[in-house]
């Protein structure tokens, strides 16, 4: 079974600019995750989808992060304009139960963001 | 909201030491309980879960975490690490009453095994 993928693995750049990660869940989750993890800190959750619904975003900057998930497959992160604080690694997580229901994460490599 | 504490940020333990990592959430209704590890240059992977019944739950690698609802805690333990237990490890909650899906994550304990 493949695993969650991510792209790009790396990305540098300037504050100010603008930049997009992609995530590709393990097939048939329904469940999506983006988190954003600091150095020293654990996984934050950013946004969370139900197939193409988001569940919750309640800790996205949303004046700044954007993400989608039109098909309720894969999903991009966007982050525009970026700013220092930014500097994190981006995880994408997937699962399968539905809302009612915890069960195992499985985590992407991330994408590990450094705005200069 | 919940909140998970991890009290040990960083762990240092000869080949053959016992360990023990704190876990410890705030939150007074029923919860899912996992920890996660991530090896070096590895993706976070489950490394055991509670969800009911025994509060002493087995994982892979001969670890091992027992549930105490009292304390609110979580902690993990392995009788004898080896080398190839240095990873960082993660404490996760999902409050079941709420949004049973979202995890909410501690910041981590560094675990590192001298051979």
């Known amino acids: 079974e493949a695993g969650v993928a991510q792209s790009p693995r790396y990305k540098i750049i300037e504050k100010r600019q603008s930049v997009a990660f992609w995530c590709n869940p393990i097939?048939?989750?329904?469940?999506l995750y983006w988190y954003q993890q600091i150095l020293g800190q654990g996984p934050k959750l950013l946004i969370q989808?139900?197939?193409?619904?988001?569940?919750?975003d309640s800790q996205l900057p949303k004046d700044r992060f954007s993400a989608e998930r039109l098909k309720g497959v894969d999903s991009t992160l966007k982050i525009q304009p970026a700013k220092l604080e930014d500097s994190a690694v981006y995880l994408c997580?997937?699962?399968?139960?539905?809302?009612?229901?915890?069960?195992?994460?499985?985590f992407g490599p991330g994408t590990r963001l450094t705005v200069l | 909201a919940q909140s998970v504490s991890q009290h040990n940020h960083h762990v240092i333990l000869s080949e053959a030491a016992s360990l023990e990592l704190g876990c410890n959430y705030s939150?007074?209704?029923?919860?899912?309980l996992f920890w996660y590890v991530q090896y070096p240059g590895q993706h976070l992977q489950l490394l055991l879960k509670y969800f009911s019944g025994d509060p002493l739950v087995k994982g892979i690698k001969g670890f091992e975490a027992e549930f105490i609802k009292s304390k609110f805690s979580f902690n993990l333990r392995k009788p004898s690490v080896q080398w190839s237990d240095t990873a960082e490890y993660f404490c996760?909650?999902?409050?079941?009453?709420?949004?049973?899906?979202?995890?909410?994550f501690g910041d981590g304990t560094t675990l590192t095994v001298k051979p």
């Open positions: 996760a909650v999902n409050a079941l009453d709420t949004n049973a899906g979202k995890s909410t």
């Open positions: 097939s048939g989750h329904a469940t």
């Open positions: 989808f139900q197939n193409n619904g988001v569940v919750d």
């Open positions: 939150y007074g209704g029923t919860v899912n």
């Open positions: 997580a997937s699962t399968s139960p539905g809302l009612a229901r915890a069960d195992t994460q499985y």
